[in-house]
């Protein structure tokens, strides 16, 4: 049972409108496209899209733009419809009107009706606000420690949304060029209702498709701002194959060159024989790039120098000709005499780091960025190979230019916590392959939040790992503690695992434009809880992730997420084979090993065995695993193949094999189709292994009527059949008699294991009552391993933002109380924040329990040195972790950095042993030191309390007997303006 409890919901209304025609109207049968209406004409693009331009001189744009650059895109199916005043064109999803009046674009002679399934549909004009707008992205999470602004996207839930390009810069034949200065209006009106795969697909049919990524790009990077010596690359290399971690890109950063920002010289100090470095890292299968910052041009003091001063028509008199990227002299020069001897030496792709000033010196309204993006892209496209763009966002139209990344963010979990979001909602402008400093790029070292971003990671469009120059983030995994290194070696050997799936989800987000990480509402638009889960997204079509982002308790660090199951379909724990049923929400726990990643049951995923290489390495063993499916329905896949490194698929290049599942009864029938289609490097026969998880152990299992041999993993309830080799171009069916595992057996199995993991004690399989009721009998447990022990059994009150990018909206409160669990009903209570009392096998319970019954905190009084106006002080012994921005009457603020002091009076004598300190939530006040005075005269000395304010500062000492506790702070961070805590709880001794 789930009570969700909303507070101050507002619902968007749509308004609506007819499109009234004068008598005179009539039908033109064969419309001509565009359609001209004195200074307007209007281009339909698709049935989702139509170009709505105005010039007051009657004179239009047919050069492509940096976004619309396919001016070939036309729909010819649409109705158009001339009156005497008024002319409409009607494309079965879009409803214009336009009725000229001699003056500009606006709501008296504009209007749409946009059709999104309702009777009269939604109404559009100029102007109109898209409130409904589910975000879009940033240019770059540089020094971001939390959520930022996101800006709009294509996709909202209005069914529309206006794009405007009347000021963009034009592409004039293979350059760029600036668009007349004029009135002229250039807009796209897409319309969709909440069709948001054809909004997509539009936004492609105009801007251009999405390019095929290269492979390698999607693996595993090794990645580092560090001055490595050719010696250390090659040992890296080999620290990979010992610890067992997979390998696919070299990054050199910015210590490749010589010194200074900007360099195109090999550092030969540190690198004596580039080329041969290269080769070598050829050789091991790995892709190389190198970090460019090209802003300060190419001085004398560069080996390319002189090459390139005579390219450009300039003495090689010791001056630097100022970089201008939208210079095609500048730039052909630069491609040719700098960039290309790197690329004959072996670079395989750049990565443009631009952090510099925004617009190119001859055309300001062009940036750099876009520019540059572009120009690299092309620059890694000689020879037939795919270009590859490796930077930060740009902007409408950047869609072209995969893959992206998102720059030089914190290390907090806070940042961990809004990338998920931030990933997923980036498809609503095109960016569908973000990539990220996994572990974040400064802040800190973070042991456990980098372990949990490795699972995002793994799960994302790039598993590349990066830090500032500090020699405590280094981010090779074996420099971390043995749980951490074994837990990122189970993310990395899953994506290897994963990847054919992945990389058949790549091609057909770039085939169907589609996210990769897409948000839950792109593929439920209709199922209202797709808008409010951004914690989680969709992993192509038939995984979901619901990334851990929070510190974990007990010895296996058990965290917890809320996954919300979208109804027809069940889904499956890929670690554990616990089944959920879809149209349900769960409090789903995992240790520092799993990660919450489920599985459509009843479709298959295509996978390969572990390889140190993913994306290089030959399928000659593909494995298809299925979750158990639905009666009587067949789900069905596909794996793409390609070369994976060149354009030929493009015209064709490319294979395919389809993959379907049917159940019927406890008949299962698993069949791999004949591929279709060819490309260079493509295995003619392979070997197959069929895993189905979730099963108890198959009775019999035959391929053409004879029997094959199946292996039971009892531990992971999956039956294995190993097909030996066979051609490709052949189809075959296995079919098996086996029934469902015994899921509740399972689950407690699970919930066993993983109350371990949080209590440190063993336990047997058993009813989540009797399990939670023997795990509470230790007394010695802490609140914060209590709340998860209940976790663990799906029990919970969990404060969600219910803001489609997980930022800036209402806070709900989700009480997780499963029937199987709790004795009857909840009693829950909405009194400025919500609270549940049940029973659990007769034991009762108060939630959210974050601080304990042996908290004695609350029965104090308080006095503080000072309080910043606009706050209080009661909220620092409430039991309520929280604060500014969701609440400043749930935190004390005071009005001075060191010095502020909170003293907690108790009218008896206290016996305690342990207090616990949560810093502000905010983290720009950041308390980097502080001190605890007891009355009986004695002092502690704290470190840095967590600047996320939502996990504590716990500090332990031997059985005391005080009236009073006094805090002080002793030292603050730089940027901080007002110390404080979120909480203080004082514990007495049990």
Known sequence: MIHTLLANKKLLQATTAFVLLGSAAYAEAAPQNPVIVGQARFSVLTPNCIRIEYASNGKFLDTPSLFAANRK????????????????????????????????LSPSNLTATIKDGSTNGVRWTPGAANRGNLGGTNRTLDQARGPVDVGQGLISRDGWYLLDDS????????????????DAKDWYLFGYGTNYRAALKSLTTVGGDIPLPRKNVLGAWFSRFWAFSDTDYRNIVQEYKQHDF????????????????????WNYKLLPDPKKLLSDLHAEGLQTTLNLHPADGVGSHEDQYNAFMKELGQPADGKTAPFDAASQKYMDALSKEVLRPLRDQGVDFWWLDWQQYPNTRSIPELTNLWWLNELLFRDTSDGGRRG????????WGDHRHPIHFSGDADSGWKMLAFEVPFTATAGNVGCFFWSHDIGGHNGGRNEESYTRWCQFGALSAALRSHSERDPATDRRPWNYPKWAEDSMRVSFHLRSQLFPYIYSSVAQSTRESVPLTRPMYIDYPTQEASYHNAQQYLYGDNLLVAPIAMPGVGPARVGHQTVWFPAGNDWYNVFTSEKFEGGTEALATADINEIPLFARGGVPIPMQPYSSRMTTAALSNLRVRVYPGAEGQTGRSSLYEDDGDTDAYK???AASTPLSYTRRGNRVEITVGATTGKYKGQLTSRAYQLELPGTQRAASASLAGKPLIVTYDAATATNTIAVPSRPTSSAFTVTLEVADADFAALRNAVAARRMKGVTGRDFGPMAPKDLVKAALSDDTLTSTQRNEVLAVVGVGVISKNQSPIGANGNSTDVVFTPESVVDG???????????????IGGQSFDLPEILGPDDIAPQATVTVSSVEPGYGFAGANDKIISGYPNSRNAEWSSNQKEGATIRLTWKT?????????????NTNDHVLRSQLTFSDGTTIEVGPLPNEGDSAAEVRFAPKTVQWVEWKALEMSEASEHAGLSEIAVFRTQ
Do not use: C
Not at 175 to 182: A, E, I, L, N
Not at 252 to 258: E, G, P, S
């Open 651 to 653: 015209k064709g290049a």
């Open 825 to 839: 009903v909840p009693r829950i209570e909405t009194v400025s924040r919500s609270k549940a009392n049940f029973s």
């Open 909 to 921: 004598p206290q016996k305690i042993d342990r207090v616990t300190l949560y810093d502000r939530p």
């Open 246 to 265: 997979p390998l696919d890109v070299m990054v050199l950063d910015m210590d490749w060159h010589r010194d200074g920002w900007t360099g195109w010289s």
């Open 73 to 104: 895109a036309r729909f010819d199916g649409f109705k158009l419809e001339k009156g005497a005043k008024s002319t409409v064109i009607d494309t079965g999803a879009i409803r214009l009107s336009y009725s000229p009046d001699g003056k500009p």
């Open 388 to 395: 590859t763009s490796f930077s930060r966002w740009a902007g």
């Open 167 to 182: 000021n963009s810069p034009l592409l004039v034949g293979d350059w760029v060029g600036s668009r007349p200065k004029t």
